[in-house]
């Protein structure tokens, strides 16, 4: 409880000094909506793979960690080839 009222004092110190120059803030309904609000985009491989190297080592690590169901195999071809499809589709 005490990390939340911290948190919810900066916020209100936030607010009031927008306010105290005139600058236009909204403030979230509760604490658990913040928490809620996404900073940024969800973590993707499909980032990360840019070179064959990097498909080949995704492909070896989740083979290695895969639960013998394949799933985890293939998630990974399908990422690797998602990742392919992005880098055929630049235009520079």
Known sequence: ???QDAFQSVIDAYLD???SK???AEK????PDVLST????????VDFLESEEDCALYL?????EDLGDGSLKKAAALDIEKARGRKRKKVF
């Open 38 to 45: 996404k900073l940024c985009k969800p973590y993707d491989p």
């Open 17 to 19: 000094y927008c306010s």
């Open 28 to 31: 979230p309904s509760s604490f």
């Open 1 to 3: 409880m005490e990390l």
């Open 60 to 64: 070896h690590f989740c083979a290695e």
């Open 22 to 24: 005139s600058i236009r």
